[in-house]
């Protein structure tokens, strides 16, 4: 077991932080926002949002804080184009594409065609409908495709005309991209104190794990104890636990913090993925109409429509009973909404 550090404060972690380098891409810090029709209508905690889906870049989400960092990796690797990848309406394509755009670098999407049968506006709208505005190469492949594989190919292809290709891996979630969750946990628990709120869970979607892991260590490397619940939007409980810990250990260790993440602190609800990843519940078209009535708030329903509706059984179902006030991550997505026009209710 390797020593930690001293570590004692929030001011340690921004010092450590700050040695990375990083390119500003997003609007921050995002607002924290207080729900008081949602929390009177569930009659439990008070609930918050913090707003990452206000991030700034085409559209926001929770990528573009980790972009900061990966595209300034890139840059200083004097890269001329990044490829990435992800399903066909992935939010982080869209939000590296962008990126790409605003840095001048070429950018290259490599799609896994997860969803089957997808109907029109999956395939064209949305996200894919801003990747095209930005000019993003499109390179589609079956479903099962090992994706690294198929990334380090069209990598190879770039180098062979003279780029220099730099790879993000789905969803920019590895230690480098992890390095904005973590200072986006700084910077909740500055806005949390700031204005007085004694935040007893932090709730979000979690997929490739980045967010979670980069959440952890900020929460856990500060000592703030507040306990984190990843809803997850893909796999069973173990598979997705197991990730978020081995990149929380690997972010921890990177940053300069290592150890202060345990095992037990990673918890992931998998319970609400439904049918499968990018496949619409009930329960998550549910929660996109409740919170755009009772507060005019937008969710995606791949990840944080699905994220909520979590919440919101857990708090109906008295998980949640004795937090007194719940901030649950908007992590973001909105544009994927009308990529899924035929498949979204909008009666409720
Ligand atoms: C990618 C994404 C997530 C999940 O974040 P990870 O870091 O991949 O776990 C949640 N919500 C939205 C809208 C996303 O695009």
Not at 133 to 148: H, L, N, P, Q, S
Request: negative net charge; proline residues 4%; charged residues 20%.
């Amino acid at each position: 077991m390797r020593h930690s550090p001293a570590i004692n404060d929030t001011e340690d972690l921004n010092v450590l932080l700050s040695r990375f380098p990083r390119v500003s891409l997003a609007h921050l810090p995002t607002p924290l926002e207080h729900l008081p029709r949602l929390s009177k209508h569930l009659g439990g905690p008070e609930i918050y949002v913090k707003r990452d889906d206000c991030t700034g870049l085409g559209t926001g989400g929770n990528k573009t804080r980790k972009l900061e960092f990966l595209m300034a990796d890139a840059q200083q690797r004097k890269a001329t184009a990044v490829i990435t990848q992800g399903a066909v309406q992935s939010n982080h394509a869209r939000q590296t594409a962008a990126a790409a755009c605003k840095l001048g670098l070429r950018c290259v999407l490599v799609f896994e065609k997860r969803v089957d049968d997808a109907p029109e506006s999956y395939r064209t709208s949305g996200n894919v409908l801003l990747d095209h505005i930005y000019g993003a190469e499109i390179r589609e492949v079956e479903k099962g495709t090992d994706m690294t594989t198929a990334m380090q190919g069209v990598a190879d292809e770039l180098a062979a005309e003279g780029e220099s290709p730099y790879i993000i891996p789905g969803g920019g979630s590895n230690a480098i991209g992890a390095l904005g969750y973590v200072d986006c946990a700084l910077e909740l628990l500055s806005q949390a104190n700031r204005n007085g709120i004694a935040m007893d869970h932090v709730v979000h979607a979690t997929g490739s794990a980045g967010t979670q892991a980069g959440l952890l260590v900020g929460l856990k490397a500060t000592h703030s104890n507040v306990p984190l619940l990843g809803i997850g939007v893909n796999a069973p409980q173990e598979i997705q636990e197991d990730k978020v810990w081995q990149l929380a250990l690997e972010t921890a260790e990177f940053v300069g913090a290592p150890g202060v993440v345990q095992r037990q602190d990673v918890i992931a609800n998998c319970n609400y993925v439904g049918e499968g990843y990018g496949i619409p519940t009930e329960a998550m078209n549910d929660a996109v109409l409740l919170l755009a009535r009772l507060e005019g708030l937008l969710f995606d329903p791949v990840y944080s429509g699905k994220g909520l509706a979590g919440m919101i059984d857990q708090i109906n179902s008295g998980v949640l009973q004795n937090a007194r006030h719940v901030v649950f991550v908007h992590t973001g997505g909105t544009a994927g909404l009308f990529g899924y026009r035929e498949q979204l209710r909008t009666d409720a």
